[in-house]
């Protein structure tokens, strides 16, 4: 079992069998669910059978990309960014591109890669594997994944705590001016 060297900041990932436990896995029915209720600002999940969107997708009706992009909320642009980074593909017939249900359920997946902070080459590999369903990650990836996030969030957190001295010096050197005018006036 060798490791593989990915994007993410010098990250290894082990690349040798993966175990894919139903808690290590992201479902696509659950992403759905949850995607459309927090676009939709519903908290509860549909009931056995009931569709999931207004419009039943479980009929696997091909959709355009623009009707795509409402519905998950993402530019054109991003839809062919990924087609042409080979993360999707859709059917095509002549310009215009069709995308089922796999597909949207793919485009999610990815959604949910990109939030959780992997990059595409990574998203691609979590892809990859044979079944086709769900991010596959291990808990090594999981906590590498969680490690490299805390390690943003403080630097996030000094750029922060830094920004707010500099703003604080300029309501300070303003009021040290205001003062300054005030005793010139009396």
């Known amino acids: 079992m ?10 290894t990932f082990p690349s040798g069998s993966r175990l894919m436990a139903h808690n290590t896995s992201i479902c696509a ?9 927090a676009r939709n600002g519903h908290d509860r999940r549909p009931e056995l059978g009931e569709a999931d969107t207004p419009n039943d997708t479980s009929n696997d009706s091909p959709m ?4 795509v992009a ?9 839809l062919r960014f990924y087609e042409a980074k080979q993360l999707i593909s859709p059917q095509r017939h002549g310009a215009i591109r069709l995308y089922r249900h796999g597909d949207r359920e793919r485009l999610m997946l990815i959604l949910t890669g990109r939030r959780l902070g992997f990059t595409l080459a990574e998203i691609r590999d979590l892809l990859s594997k044979p079944d086709g369903n769900g991010l596959h990650l291990t808990r ?13 969030k ?16 300029f309501y300070r050197k303003l009021l040290e001016d205001t003062d300054g005018r005030s005793r010139r006036v009396e």
């Open 29 to 37: 029915a659950d992403l759905a669910v949850a995607g459309n209720a």
């Open 64 to 67: 355009t990309i623009g009707e």
């Open 70 to 78: 409402r519905e998950l909320g993402m530019t054109l642009r991003a």
């Open 140 to 152: 090594e990836q999981c906590v590498a994944q969680i490690n490299l996030l805390e390690q943003q």
């Open 2 to 11: 060798g490791a593989e060297s990915h994007e993410n900041g010098g990250s």
């Open 154 to 169: 403080r630097g996030i957190e000094i750029a922060i705590a830094e920004l707010r001295q500099i703003c604080t010096s």
